[in-house]
């Protein structure tokens, strides 16, 4: 099972900031990573696909990067919306696909 | 526009059975894989099981196999996950996941969630 880790575990941005988070695999992934954004009380939503691509109707100001072992979710400014718990999530081996612990994004 | 409902979850004592139901709506629920995906207190989320979309095939993790059985009724666009021997350690909000059409694994759609709490 290929193992995910994220950090930090909590980030505190303020408003308009540029927030940078960082996923690492315990293994080569390829570009096969996804970035998650999740809200309490709310389904979780695709931001991010094959480690780059913005899912449908996802800002601009979201952006993924890597390959391999080593990613980086970008949000380049935050907004008040943006505050929020971040999953990666490798699916190169699906079965199992496994997700990180997350990063929480608050407001500093 | 692509809808989830999760249904089913409650308070079971260890050893108990729940079955879970997913009802889809916004898509041509027959042409996708769907799954499973939970999430326990405080954890990242963890997949579950997942089935093709025909129902021909379907996958586990190791931490249910043997306990949890997924299905799906094409004509009533719903998925369901039967779970049996239920233990402690299966307490999570469980969610219903669409597979990306491109690749399996890859979720672009997820409903809200049911919780499922196992104690006595």
């Known amino acids: 099972e290929i193992v995910m880790t994220q950090s930090p575990a909590t980030l505190s941005v303020s408003p308009g900031e540029r927030a940078t988070l960082s996923c690492r695999a315990s293994?080569?992934?390829?570009?096969?990573l996804a970035w998650y954004q999740h809200k309490p009380g709310q389904a979780p939503r695709l931001l991010i696909y094959?480690?780059?691509t913005r899912a449908t109707g996802i800002a601009a100001r979201f952006s993924g990067s890597g390959s391999g072992t080593e990613f980086t979710l970008t949000i380049s400014s935050l907004q008040s919306e943006d505050f929020a718990v971040y999953y990666c999530?490798?699916?190169?081996?699906?079965?199992?696909?496994?997700f990180g612990p997350g990063t929480k994004v608050d407001i500093k | 526009e692509v809808h989830l409902a999760e249904s089913g979850g409650g308070l079971v004592q260890p050893g108990g059975s729940l079955r879970l139901s997913c009802a889809a709506s916004?898509?041509?629920?027959?042409?996708?894989?769907m799954s499973w995906v939970r999430q326990a207190p405080g954890k990242g989320p963890e997949w579950v099981a997942n089935?093709?979309?025909?129902?021909?095939?379907?996958y586990y993790a190791d931490s249910v196999k043997g306990r949890f059985t997924i299905s799906r009724d094409n004509a009533k666009n719903s998925l369901y996950l039967q779970m049996n021997s239920l233990r402690a350690e299966d307490t999570a909000l469980y969610y219903c996941?669409?597979?990306?059409?491109?690749?399996?694994?890859?979720?672009?759609?997820w409903g809200q969630g049911t919780l499922v709490t196992v104690s006595s």
């Open positions: 996941a669409r597979d990306s059409l491109s690749m399996v694994g890859q979720f672009d759609y």
């Open positions: 916004g898509f041509t629920f027959s042409s996708y894989w």
């Open positions: 089935i093709k979309h025909d129902g021909s095939d379907k």
């Open positions: 293994q080569s992934v390829s570009s096969n």
């Open positions: 094959g480690a780059s």
């Open positions: 999530q490798q699916y190169n081996n699906w079965l199992p696909n496994t």
